[in-house]
T-cell receptor
């Protein structure tokens, strides 16, 4: 079974600085998707970024980028120029691809942004 | 329309009540999901509907009964719940099973 591990329960960053959130996963599949979701306190779960396993290029969305190391099964999220609105719980998630099982979430990392 | 809507936002019910949670999306997605989320924990998958057919039931107690009347709607019928069922119930949809999921704001359920 696929598992997703986020080893950092909590992280903090100074406003305007850069922070990296870690995620590792375990799978025997070759085709899969990886995601980072953001969930602010008492608010909606929002997709931050996605990565298809067959793509070597790391995904980027504005200030958010990933470092995808397929051989190491690592999928970290880098947030540049951190803003107060980035404070949230961040979940790393794995999906086995089209027509294939459900989404597996990591335990989450709570990110605090200090002004 | 890129939204998943859920009603009600909050629900308080007794252990003998029957209530329903509703979820709606108009993105043409063919997979819809119910999750249960406890505070400071990741969402736990309950049910998956793919093309309006139940494809995954993660051994959820029968007091939770899902229904997918059409490709845009997903209901979760609740009956004889326990206090430990109090949680945030999230609905999500995706274009197909396995693709990224778009989440609704959730229904915060309290069982007294």
């Amino acid at each position: 079974a696929q598992t997703v591990t986020q080893s950092q329960p909590e992280m903090s960053v100074q406003e305007a600085e850069t922070v990296t959130l870690s995620c590792t996963y375990d799978t025997s599949e070759s085709d899969y998707y990886l995601f980072w979701y953001k969930q602010p306190p008492s608010r909606q779960m929002i997709l931050v970024i996605r990565q298809e396993a067959y793509k070597q290029q790391n995904a980027t969305e504005n200030r958010f980028s990933v470092n995808f190391q397929k051989a190491a099964k690592s999928f970290s999220l880098k947030i540049s120029d951190s803003q107060l609105g980035d404070a949230a719980m961040y979940f790393c998630a794995y999906s086995g691809g089209v027509g294939n099982n459900d989404m597996r979430f990591g335990a989450g990392t709570r990110l605090t942004v200090k002004p | 329309d890129t939204e998943v809507t859920q009603t009600p936002k909050h629900l308080v019910m007794g252990m003998t009540n029957k209530k329903s949670l509703k979820c709606e999306q108009h993105m043409g997605h063919r997979a819809m999901y119910w999750y249960k989320q406890k505070a400071k924990k990741p969402p736990e998958l309950m049910f998956v509907y793919s093309y309006e057919k139940l494809s995954i039931n993660e051994s959820v107690p029968s007091r939770f009964s899902p229904e997918c009347p059409n490709s845009s709607l997903l209901n979760l019928h609740l009956h004889a719940l326990q206090p430990e069922d109090s949680a945030l119930y999230l609905c999500a949809s995706s274009s197909r099973q396995g693709h990224e999921q778009f989440f609704g704001p959730g229904t915060r359920l309290t069982v007294l």
